[in-house]
């Protein structure tokens, strides 16, 4: 009898299908991927607010500015702009009341600055102690720079006024002659640099208390073992560790003074406050540019100025620095 002999085929494996994940090992999967897009993308989503609201308010109009800058555009016609290059930046150059402006506004700021950050570091040092109702005092120096430029400028515009103001009248009961605060050239600077110093010495003194309660205490122990006393320690231990904070309060210190605008133009007020006294003696750089682009209109001239301006704090920014980086080597 015959028998079949079977083919090859007949013991070929049958074709596999192909391996389902289950459901869960799925769903892992998707949420690995997730979790990898969500950890390299989720720091960039947090930002972008930032971005978009530095671009809108901040990059896109110092671009343009920037741009109206080197064209001729006047108030009364915004919609007519005339390439003009250059010239308005040749033009505030060559115009004396610019360096005057330029002049008056580094004045004011080196007499605000220097006693403004001076009195800070001291009151910060006192603060430093432990002091009955600290949170107190922390909050009383803290107040003046709560109040707003307007207010300031006020009060202390009906204290410097040339007759029947406080001060004059306390220099009377000493036998001493009213002095004309804001028609001087040296008064109307001081003045403005003393209501500078009475806004920001208190912010400035809060930021210095947080930088001497983060110096360690070790430094201030080992120094009194080898006999320092509490100037020596202050000297040689807290100067030392606030130099960043310091060369900070600087910078914002120099920017602030640049900016000075509320003060100089309530001082005396009306015609006189807009374009920074009768002989321009406390006009600044912002009163400058104000007086360009609102009280003559001519917008050009008044953007070549803001971005004089930013040309300055930019080479002042770089000065302080150096200054600092050469003071760190220096320590070393």
């Known amino acids: 009898m015959a028998t079949s002999t079977p083919t090859r085929d007949a013991y070929a494996t049958p074709p596999r299908e192909p391996k389902k994940e289950p459901p869960s090992e799925r769903r892992q999967l998707w949420r690995s991927r997730l979790w990898r897009f969500d950890d390299k993308a989720s720091p960039y989503a947090y930002i972008a ?46 115009d004396p009341e610019f360096w005057t402006s330029v002049s008056n506004t580094f004045l004011i700021g080196v007499i ?49 006024r040339a007759d029947g103001g406080l001060l004059n009248w306390t220099l009377g009961l000493v036998g001493f002659d009213p002095v004309n605060w804001a028609n001087g050239h040296w008064t109307s600077k001081l003045a403005i640099s003393i209501i500078v110093i009475w806004r920001w010495t208190g912010y400035n003194a809060l930021i210095y208390l947080a930088a001497m309660q983060a110096v360690p205490n ?34 914002i210190s120099t920017i602030g003074s640049m900016q000075l605008f509320g003060e100089p133009l309530l001082l005396e007020g009306g015609a ?17 540019l104000y007086n360009y682009g609102w009280n003559l209109g001519h917008l ?29 080597k220096s320590a070393v």
């Open 112 to 160: 605000s600055t220097v006693p403004q950050l001076l009195v800070a570091l001291g009151l910060a040092h006192l603060l430093n102690y432990k002091l009955r109702a600290s949170t107190f005092w922390r909050t009383v120096i803290l107040t003046p720079y709560a109040t707003s430029v307007a207010s300031a400028a006020l009060v202390f515009a009906l204290v410097f």
């Open 272 to 288: 006189l406050g807009a374009t920074g006294g009768n002989e321009n003696q406390y006009e600044t750089l912002s009163i400058y």
């Open 218 to 251: 070790d430094l201030y122990e080992a120094a009194s073992l080898d006999g320092a006393s509490r100037w020596q320690q202050f000297r040689k231990v807290t100067i030392p560790s606030l130099r960043p904070t310091i060369l900070f309060t600087i910078v």
């Open 49 to 94: 607010p930032f971005f978009l609201v530095f671009g809108a308010f901040g990059l896109y109009p110092l671009l343009y500015t920037g741009w109206i800058a080197l064209h001729r555009v006047e108030m009364t016609g915004l919609d007519s702009m005339e390439w003009v290059g250059w010239e308005n930046f040749d033009k505030i150059l060559h």
């Open 300 to 328: 050009g001239p008044a953007a070549a100025v803001a971005w004089a301006m930013l040309a300055l704090l930019l080479i002042i920014a770089a000065a302080n620095w150096f200054i600092g980086r050469f003071v760190r």
